[in-house]
């Protein structure tokens, strides 16, 4: 099982108060995880990336065992700790202004 968390307002709209538990085949990489999450969650097809072409919306970042995962390809691995579970991957909500 694959962890995920989520920012609140994301949690809000697919109405989960903690930590998202999901089944994903591998290769563990942020394309299965994110078609896991939108498959399990359908209120959050088009917020976490465009419902097109399938990019990080501009405003989101993943970060997992510390490190951040939000520029590169989909389909790179994420760490053996998110992919058995131990570590989670985070999504967050990034800040902007002035």
Do not use: W
């Not at 108060?17 to 994110?34: C, F, G, W, Y």
């Not at 951040?68 to 790179?76: A, G, H, K, N």
């Amino acid at each position: 099982m694959i962890r995920v968390v989520l920012p609140f307002h994301l949690r809000t709209l697919a109405q989960v108060n903690s930590e998202i538990a999901l089944q994903v085949v591998e290769p563990i990489t942020l394309r299965t995880v994110l078609d896991a999450l939108e498959a399990a969650y359908p209120m959050l097809r088009g917020t976490v990336r465009d419902l097109t072409t399938k990019e990080r919306r501009a405003f989101i970042r993943f970060f997992a065992c510390g490190q951040d995962f939000s520029d590169e390809p989909l389909d790179s691995p994420l760490p053996t700790a998110v992919a058995t579970g131990s570590q989670p991957l985070r999504i967050v909500g990034a800040l902007a202004g002035g």
